[in-house]
Nanobody, 122 residues
Framework: QGQLVESGGGVVQAGGSLKLSCSAPARTFLWYNGGWFRQAPGKEREFVAAITWNSGKRLYADSVKGRFTISRTSLGNIMTLQMNSLEPEDTATYYC???????????????WGQGTQVTVSS
């Protein structure tokens, strides 16, 4: 899958928006599922959203459904996560990943980015 690089993190007030991007080699997200995971201090890494490689089906964690939107470009080299109505509980390091298998299981992803920090202030 090659190297994944996230960007777009930052500090935002509750209720605000951020858009994360994940850059990858061409066609990565056309051949592999793309996923976003996050990890807050002292907590385990958790699934946020995924988009399947074949049909482009989108899956979301219940905690972000209706607020976050995952997308990919037609070239399959960029995956984004639009995050709206952000809450302090969304504060975490966000990671993008590529892999095959069950989309919400981190062990099925074998290529990961370095992470980008998202901080939501109350």
């Amino acid at each position: 899958q090659g190297q994944l690089v996230e960007s777009g993190g930052g500090v935002v007030q509750a209720g605000g928006s951020l858009k994360l991007s994940c850059s990858a080699p061409a066609r990565t997200f056309l051949w592999y599922n793309g996923g976003w995971f996050r990890q807050a201090p002292g907590k385990e890494r958790e699934f946020v959203a995924a988009i399947t490689w074949n049909s482009g089906k989108r899956l979301y964690a219940d905690s972000v459904k209706g607020r976050f939107t995952i997308s990919r470009t037609s070239l399959g080299n960029i995956m984004t996560l639009q995050m709206n109505s952000l809450e302090p509980e969304d504060t975490a390091t966000y990671y993008c990943a590529a892999g095959r298998g069950s989309e919400d299981q981190s062990q099925n992803y074998n290529s990961w980015g370095q992470g980008t920090q998202v901080t939501v202030s109350s």
